[in-house]
Structure formats: structure tokens, C-alpha cells
């Protein structure tokens, strides 16, 4: 009796994880079918971003374009006083780095443009009902 003074383990029947942890991730998908989408879309971009550049690209710009949308429109409306926020400089830097990306990856700009678009023709729809 060689192990007299280490306790002995409890023999515990195994939980079963698997369907616990797959229900979980299918309640918490479902719940959030919204995200979820985000989630599978961005990963089909940018799988297709090594055989179809263009459409992968599209994709990514879309999703980014629709979760960003405050974001990319902000500085856009108020572009006068963002230069002068920023300085003449930065503006000009800012505005070379974009037209890089832009020639570099025209589909990411242009699918976010793309969704920015139309979700502000949407919104803007739905809140001028809303005040009528």
C-alpha cells in the first residue's frame, strides 16, 4: 500500500460537455443571428480572398462598411472641419493612405461604400416615416 498517504480521486461520471457546449453555441448563435451572419460572412471574404480577390474583398468591405457606418459617415458629413482638426498634413497623408488602399484593394473600399450607401438610404427611409 504504497499510496496510503496521497488522497484518492472521487470517481465522478464524466460530464457530458459536448451537447451542453453545442446547445450552448447554438442558443447563443440564434439569439444573435445578426452577428452570427457578420461572423460566417467575414469568414467566407476572406476565404475568398485567395481564389476570388474581387468578391472576397466585396464582402469584407460590406460587413465592415455596415458595422462601421457612424464611423465612415461622421468625418464624411462634417469633412470642412475634420481637415481643420486635423491639419492640412494629416489630411493629405490620410487621404493618400485611402487612395492606396483603394488601388491596392478596390473591392474592401467599395463594398463599404457600397453597404454605407444603402444602409443610410434605409435608415434615412425609416426615420423620415417614423417623423410623418
Do not use: H, W
Request: negative net charge; without cysteine; glycine residues 10%.
Amino acid at each position: 500500500m504504497a499510496d496510503e498517504g496521497m488522497p484518492q480521486k472521487e470517481e465522478k461520471p464524466e460530464p457530458k460537455a459536448k451537447p451542453e457546449r453545442l446547445e450552448d453555441v447554438y442558443q447563443l448563435a440564434s439569439s444573435n443571428m445578426k452577428d452570427t451572419l457578420a461572423y460566417i460572412a467575414m469568414i467566407v471574404g476572406i476565404l475568398m480572398l485567395f481564389f476570388e480577390p474581387f468578391y472576397g474583398g466585396a464582402i469584407i468591405g460590406a460587413i465592415a462598411g455596415l458595422y462601421f457606418t457612424k464611423e465612415i459617415i461622421t468625418p464624411l458629413k462634417s469633412l470642412e472641419s475634420f481637415i481643420e482638426k486635423q491639419g492640412m498634413v494629416r489630411s493629405l497623408i490620410l487621404g493618400g493612405a485611402l487612395l492606396g488602399i483603394f488601388i491596392e484593394a478596390p473591392a474592401i473600399i467599395i463594398g463599404a461604400a457600397v453597404a454605407v450607401g444603402l444602409k443610410q438610404i434605409i435608415v434615412n427611409d425609416k426615420e423620415s416615416d417614423k417623423k410623418e
